[in-house]
């Protein structure tokens, strides 16, 4: 399976540079993302890290550590996030998961 980007949940796989160019010709001009919560889907090693950062400045945006292999992670926040654009610079295993509002 490869990286959804039109769907929701937002699926990825690897690592993806802009999340906005790679749905733009797909979807048109697109809005802030408004990211309710955050899945990593059985990361496989201690140490494992997700990370995502805007694109646009470098901040971190999210990042997740494994702390028990082969453990799934759930990540809500109480107020929705609000991304202009997102890339996944890393994700040194499993699946990441971001459901939108």
Same mark, same amino acid.
């Given at each position: #399976? ?9 699926? @990825? ?34 140490? %494992?890290?997700?990370? @995502?950062? %805007? ?29 202009? %654009?997102?890339? #996944?610079?890393?994700? %040194? ?9």
């Amino acid at each position: #399976m490869a990286n959804l980007l039109t769907h929701n949940p937002i699926v @990825i796989e690897g690592v993806l540079a802009s999340y906005k160019a790679g749905v733009t010709a797909q979807l048109g001009t697109l809005s802030t993302l408004r990211i309710e919560s955050i899945y990593w889907l059985q990361p496989n090693l201690v140490g %494992d890290v997700a990370l @995502i950062v %805007d694109p646009q400045n470098g901040n971190e945006l999210f990042r997740a550590r494994c702390e028990v292999a082969g453990q799934s992670q759930y990540f809500t926040f109480r107020k929705p996030r609000l991304w202009r %654009d997102f890339s #996944m610079v890393q994700l %040194d295993s499993g699946r990441i998961y971001i459901y939108t509002v």
